[in-house]
């Protein structure tokens, strides 16, 4: 399968818990974005890396988070010390970058239940 | 503030009919508009996208129409088939380094056989 893989799909953690999540892009996208979406939204803009580089954050990151892609290759998505509000749907997207196009191809999504 | 607005939550139409869905937005700077798909516990699906400097594009049975000056776009799927069943998002980028991407709420199709 060539297309963006996340792992896991689901996590069901306590308040307070540490997770992490990761995303393997497509081979070669060298742009990749973390989004999330909650019941009844849209996926909302998270964090974008082109390569290595982290290049833009959004309001919506707080300081709990923390996202990585280490070699350019794939990314990591943790939340520090978790709370019920971070319950979401986390979608990780990858792009090519060669071409100016925004056109984005999404992964299947971890689904995180904060009990 | 949303900049992307779908204001239909949802949408029924019967098989072989055509589906139009609707979105507005609000900042001029976008300079690209994109459909997905979403089936439930899946990722959004890439379905069809358009330039700002065009007013139509094609695919099979999807057609995207811009209209810039009402800043307004619209997803026709003829014929609608059972399987085209899903959330559609609507989205925008306005380019630049990111190329993120602005998405509306979506728009629940029921295609009725």
């Known amino acids: 399968d060539t297309g963006v893989s996340q792992n896991p799909r689901h996590k069901i953690t306590k308040r307070g818990q540490n997770v992490t999540f990761r995303c393997d892009p497509i081979?070669?996208?060298?742009?990749l974005y973390w989004y999330r979406q909650t019941l009844g939204q849209g996926p909302e803009f998270l964090t974008y890396?082109?390569?290595?580089?982290?290049?833009?954050k959004s309001r919506l990151l707080s300081d709990r988070f923390s996202a990585e892609r280490p070699k350019g290759s794939f990314s990591t998505l943790e939340i520090q010390r978790t709370e019920q509000g971070d319950s979401a749907m986390y979608l990780c997207?990858?792009?090519?970058?060669?071409?100016?196009?925004?056109?984005?191809?999404f992964g299947q999504g971890t689904r995180l239940t904060v009990v | 503030d949303q900049q992307v607005k779908q204001n239909s939550p949802s949408l029924s139409v019967q098989e072989g009919r055509i589906s139009i869905l609707n979105c507005d937005y609000t900042?001029?700077?976008?300079?690209?508009f994109l459909w997905y798909k979403k089936y439930p516990a899946e990722g959004p699906t890439f379905l069809i996208s358009?330039?700002?400097?065009?007013d139509k594009n094609e695919d099979g049975r999807f057609t995207v129409f811009l209209n810039k000056s009402a800043k307004h776009l619209s997803l026709h799927i003829v014929p609608s088939q059972p399987g085209d069943s899903a959330v559609y998002f609507c989205?925008?980028?306005?380019?630049?380094?990111?190329?993120?991407?602005?998405f509306g709420t979506g728009t629940l199709l029921a295609v009725q056989p």
């Open positions: 997207a990858s792009n090519p970058g060669f071409v100016p196009r925004p056109e984005a191809f």
């Open positions: 081979s070669e996208h060298n742009r």
């Open positions: 890396f082109q390569n290595e580089a982290q290049l833009e």
């Open positions: 900042n001029s700077m976008f300079d690209y």
């Open positions: 358009i330039s700002s400097i065009k």
């Open positions: 989205a925008a980028s306005w380019g630049g380094a990111t190329n993120k991407l602005i």
